[in-house]
């Protein structure tokens, strides 16, 4: 998949604040301050962009729950993309300038001023 499309399915993806469940957490040892986030999640990432989501297992609770084929998302992969669709985004957007001395008129002051003109 080339960075074009990868860009374009990173478009489809919803930002969502979520919340760790308790059990969890507590296991992957999250203080109570960063058991709240913001980003996507992994199971939609997963279906348009999985090389930036990583297979870690079943993962065991201390209760004895099984969280099966847990996915986590790979956020500096993730985080690079929304930064390079940014970047396009803004130079897609950027009007070309024209050069000063070709906006300047003799009987403009200002660029006579700046020696343009």
């Known amino acids: 998949m080339d960075t074009r499309e990868q860009l374009q399915n990173i478009t489809q993806l919803r930002v969502v604040n979520?919340?760790?469940?308790?059990?969890?957490?507590?296991?992957?040892?999250?203080?109570?301050?960063?058991?709240?986030?913001?980003?996507?999640?992994?199971?939609?990432?997963?279906?348009?962009l999985p090389d930036a989501v990583l297979e870690t297992g079943?993962?065991?609770?201390?209760?004895?729950?099984?969280?099966?084929?847990?996915?986590v998302v790979n956020k500096v992969r993730v985080k690079l993309l929304f930064e390079q669709r940014a970047v396009l985004v803004?130079?897609?957007s950027l009007v070309r300038i024209p050069p000063l001395a070709a906006?300047?008129?003799?009987?403009?002051?200002?660029c006579h001023h700046f020696g343009v003109g």
């Open 18 to 48: 979520y919340r760790y469940d308790d059990q969890f957490a507590e296991a992957a040892g999250l203080p109570l301050d960063q058991r709240i986030d913001t980003g996507v999640l992994a199971q939609e990432l997963n279906h348009v």
């Open 58 to 71: 079943d993962v065991i609770l201390p209760t004895g729950e099984t969280i099966p084929n847990l996915l």
């Open 90 to 92: 803004i130079a897609r």
């Open 103 to 110: 906006m300047c008129t003799n009987a403009n002051s200002a």
